[in-house]
């Protein structure tokens, strides 16, 4: 549905250029939510305002359902941006016009018709829960309301995608959470595709089926979620997915318990997680499981856990556990060093 094909920008500045993008190819399925993240100068807003063309890309194309919008006309483009809705961290809303007149303005200037204003705002406002406040000024609202009113604005040209350049970064966590959940059903319910640009793990985990992480302009993995959450290969996916689990052992622990046994990291998800493995193996095997450190989330709709534990019992005993936890779906490494179980997730 979105299909961007090797993407690049460069800026020229006083000081040389700056390639912003490097060779980005990404797809968005069609009623998906796809998240792009990074740390800070990866090129995550570069990429989300050459995909809506605010800026011109250097090469490469961008295709909105088949479409490819980098080789259209002005008059063409302008059309095309209607299917592009788009919510950014500072909301952009106008502060001498109410609530309503903030969504009806765009409407008026893009020539719908009169009577149809009234019924879209309405309706895209009651979408995102703010029907009382149509009289309300911007500067009487919470930034979570704030980006409700943005998120109707964007909705009311009844868009087919939703970018979201760090929608939730100004928000508290439960605000956070209350603008990810309007997403969703959003999604859900409106069947909008939405890609987004996050430098916060929480928010791939709790909405994201698809996620790329950039850094330095480039795509340095991507993927399914939960295959990159339970398998990430490149460093900065690691340290994003370490964020949310921390199993740091000291070098002493690890050497005390090492004498006795061995350290694994164990991952679980989906039906994996719902089996109660390490129970199972301490009756079959002469073992004694000991959970240093765990943690249990959600990717979206799936479980996804990460433990530490230690074996205490014969190497052999241990193998043949570890063989058992791995037949039925879980990810075992074995952690030798403090330096390790800071990079396992
Ligand atoms: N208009 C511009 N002119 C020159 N360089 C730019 C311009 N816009 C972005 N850059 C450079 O491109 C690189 C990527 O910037 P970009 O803002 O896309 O990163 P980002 O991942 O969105 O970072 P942040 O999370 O801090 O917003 C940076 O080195 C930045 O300095």
Redesign the pocket.
């Known amino acids: 549905m979105i299909k961007i094909d090797h993407l690049s920008k460069t800026?020229?500045?006083k000081n040389g250029s700056?390639e912003?993008?490097k060779d980005v190819s990404l797809e968005v399925k069609k009623g998906g939510i796809f998240g792009v993240i990074?740390?800070?100068?990866?090129?995550?807003?570069?990429?989300i305002?050459n995909v809506n063309l605010l800026?011109k890309p250097t090469s490469g194309t961008v295709s909105i359902d088949g479409t490819d919008i980098t080789s259209l006309s002005a008059g063409e483009l302008l059309k095309a941006r209607r299917k592009i809705g788009m919510i950014f961290q500072g909301f952009n809303l106008l502060k001498t016009a109410t609530v309503y007149d903030n969504v009806a303005i765009p409407l008026k200037l893009t020539g719908v018709p009169k009577k149809d204003i009234k019924e879209r705002v309405n309706r895209f406002l009651s979408i995102v829960g703010l029907s009382d406040k149509a009289d309300t000024y911007p500067a009487q609202l919470s930034g979570g309301q704030k980006q409700r009113v943005a998120i109707a604005r964007a909705l009311s040209h009844e868009p087919e995608v939703l970018l979201s350049d760090?929608g939730t970064s100004a928000l508290d966590p439960d605000t956070t959470d209350a603008i990810l959940d309007l997403l969703l059903r959003i999604n859900k319910e409106l069947g909008i595709t939405i890609l987004l640009?996050t430098?916060e793990m929480h928010v791939i985990q709790r909405v994201c089926d698809s996620v790329a992480v950039?850094e330095n302009?480039e795509v340095v993995e991507k993927g399914k979620t939960i295959d990159v959450f339970t398998s990430p290969k490149h460093g900065t996916t690691k340290k994003f997915v370490n964020g949310i689990f921390n199993h740091q052992l000291s070098d002493e622990m690890i050497e005390s318990l090492k004498e006795t046994g061995k350290i694994y990291s164990l991952k679980f998800t989906g039906d994996s997680s719902e089996e109660p493995a390490l129970a199972i193996i301490t009756k079959r095997f002469d073992i004694f499981p000991n959970i240093l450190s765990g943690n249990i989330t959600q990717l979206k709709e799936d479980p996804f856990g990460s433990l530490l534990v230690h074996f205490k019992g014969a190497d052999n005993e241990i193998k043949e556990a570890i063989n058992y936890l791995q037949e039925k779906g879980i990810q075992t490494e074995e952690v030798m060093t403090y330096e390790q179980s800071k990079r396992i997730s």
Do not use: D, N, Q
């Open positions: 800026f020229k500045t700056v912003a993008l990074g740390y800070s100068g990866a090129g995550k807003s570069t990429l305002r800026e760090e640009i430098h950039m302009g």
